[in-house]
């Protein structure tokens, strides 16, 4: 957690959103494309994609950053964001992974 608290409050170069609602997104591929930041207001995590595949590791997406558990539905949510803004930001659709396979 601490490593998407220190990013949250350092990261440049992410591609960020306002819904008509006001509510602030930040989104950047970091590294070799294995992970993905996602912030969304105050709150933010890290999951699991392959940028090179466009695909993301639906159960990878698990806590907040203040370490609040991400129910089901809220994953369920949090995923059709990221799918919408990934596709804003980086011009590819980004699919997601089989339960049972990380990249499928």
Sequence with gaps: MSRVKELKNTISG??????PDGTMYKMKILGRGEEL????????LICD???RFSVIDQ???KRW????KISD????LIL????ELYKKAYQDDLTLSL???KYS
Excluded: P
Aim: charged residues 35%.
């Design 37 to 44: 930041f996602f912030q969304r207001g105050g709150d933010a």
């Design 59 to 61: 159960m990878s997406i």
């Design 14 to 19: 992410a591609h960020e959103f306002k819904d």
């Design 99 to 101: 339960e049972d396979s």
């Design 49 to 51: 994609i392959s940028a």
């Design 65 to 68: 950053d203040n370490g609040h």
């Design 80 to 83: 059709v964001k990221i799918v």
């Design 73 to 76: 539905k809220e994953r369920a």
